[in-house]
């Protein structure tokens, strides 16, 4: 089943992005926005924001979940991740729910986040199908260095 990821959470993410690589190309270019304006300056802002739009029209067309039933393939930007539900050993529930985005760990000691669908369903399905959990205390003594 192909699950989208909500189009505002994508949104916000690229308004962020957007704004803080906006930053950096006013800093690099300083003294070209100081000196009085001819065809650059407009020139700089028009093609940053057509271009963030369009990465923006593409990430909003390419982000989703496909939850099948063995694994949840994430997909971004024609690249697939694929997480097998044996492969996940540990979600954390409490933070999950507070901050709608699946945290889980992987066998191999790997902390995944990936941004809650609408309904939930992603959450939904890797508790049902991960068979494999293990507590927070189990988690701690095999990996001593993990942060969630």
Not at 62 to 72: A, H, V
Not at 79 to 98: H, P, R, V
């Amino acid at each position: 089943m192909k699950v989208r990821i909500p189009a505002l959470k994508i949104l916000v993410m690229w308004t962020i992005v957007f704004f803080a690589f906006a930053g950096i190309i006013f800093l690099v270019s300083f003294n070209l926005f100081l000196k009085e304006w001819d065809f650059k300056q407009p020139l700089i802002i028009s093609v940053y924001t057509i271009m963030m739009f369009v990465i923006l029209a593409i990430s909003l067309n390419t982000q989703y979940y496909e939850i099948n039933k063995k694994d949840i393939t994430e997909a971004k930007f024609g690249k697939k991740y694929t997480y097998f539900y044996s492969d996940i050993i540990y979600i954390d529930e409490e933070q999950s729910i507070k901050s709608k985005t699946l945290c889980f760990v992987t066998k191999q000691g790997h902390v995944k986040y990936l941004t809650f669908d609408k309904e939930g369903k992603i959450y939904e399905a890797a508790m049902n199908k991960c068979k494999t959990l293990i507590s927070r205390e189990e988690l701690e003594r095999r990996f001593p260095g993990i942060k969630i």
